[in-house]
């Protein structure tokens, strides 16, 4: 579990940590210290209240997906599915498009999106969360992601933003096999 922890919902500031356990009925463990970072602009939203460009990362958990970033490889060490951001990737945000919260190559999409590579630091190297994925839910909102900060006191969208190393450390902790979830909140407690 990646669990980001937000002391005040209202804030952008938090903290990231891992933890494991054996099987659904056994203790967490802390496997990654509390790691500072930044949240969504407006703070956190309450559960199932996050909106399209809100600027609020949505509370709740969720599955992740894959990694990505600019690099033709993933770091060494790193175990998740990765793929490699092109000048031709988008992530459609048009609410009412068929291909709302997708990740798109080739042409430019003519409906509201982002390129993937406009953020440069950013995406240097990330992480697709599977938030609003299984369905996806015309304006519920997209693209979130835990990827680089762009600084320490910079908020994010939507997304969780760390400093880059911690975003590498992370990714090289994720074992797709033990079906790592992420969970965003205002509570310490899991």
Same mark, same amino acid.
């Given at each position: 579990?990646?669990?980001?922890y937000?002391?005040?919902k209202?804030?952008?500031?938090?903290?990231?940590?891992?933890?494991?356990?054996?099987?659904? @009925?056994?203790?967490?463990?802390l496997?990654?210290?509390?790691?500072?970072?930044?949240?969504?602009?407006?703070?956190?939203?309450?559960?199932?209240?996050?909106?399209?460009?809100?600027?609020?990362?949505?509370?709740?958990?969720w599955? /992740?997906?894959?990694?990505?970033?600019?690099?033709? &490889?993933?770091?060494?060490?790193?175990k998740?599915?990765?793929? %490699?951001?092109? &000048?031709?990737?988008?992530w459609?945000?048009?609410s009412?498009?068929?291909?709302?919260?997708? =990740?798109? @190559?080739? $042409?430019?999409? @003519?409906?509201?999106?982002? $390129?993937?590579?406009?953020?440069?630091?950013?995406?240097?190297?990330?992480l697709?969360?599977?938030?609003?994925v299984?369905?996806?839910?015309?304006?519920?909102? @997209?693209?979130?992601?835990?990827?680089? =900060? /762009?600084?320490?006191?910079?908020?994010?969208?939507?997304?969780?933003?760390?400093?880059?190393?911690?975003?590498?450390?992370? /990714? %090289? =902790? /994720?074992?797709?096999e033990?079906?790592?979830r992420?969970?965003? %909140?205002?509570? %310490?407690?899991l």
């Open positions: 579990m990646v669990l980001v937000v002391p005040d209202e804030k952008t500031d938090g903290v990231v940590s891992c933890l494991s356990r054996e099987n659904a @009925s056994s203790p967490w463990k496997d990654i210290e509390a790691m500072p970072a930044r949240i969504g602009r407006n703070g956190l939203s309450k559960p199932g209240e996050k909106g399209e460009g809100n600027g609020k990362l949505p509370a709740g958990e599955d /992740l997906g894959f990694a990505f970033g600019f690099s033709p &490889d993933a770091p060494e060490g790193v998740i599915p990765y793929r %490699q951001i092109t &000048d031709t990737d988008y459609v945000d048009e009412n498009a068929p291909e709302y919260n997708c =990740w798109l @190559s080739g $042409k430019e999409p @003519s409906i509201s999106h982002e $390129k993937m590579t406009a953020p440069v630091i950013r995406y240097n190297i990330g697709v969360t599977l938030y609003n299984h369905p996806i839910l015309p304006g519920k909102g @997209s693209a979130i992601f835990l990827h680089v =900060w /762009l600084n320490p006191d910079h908020p994010t969208a939507g997304c969780v933003a760390l400093e880059r190393d911690n975003v590498i450390k992370i /990714l %090289q =902790w /994720l074992d797709p033990k079906r790592p992420i969970r965003a %909140q205002a509570s %310490q407690e």
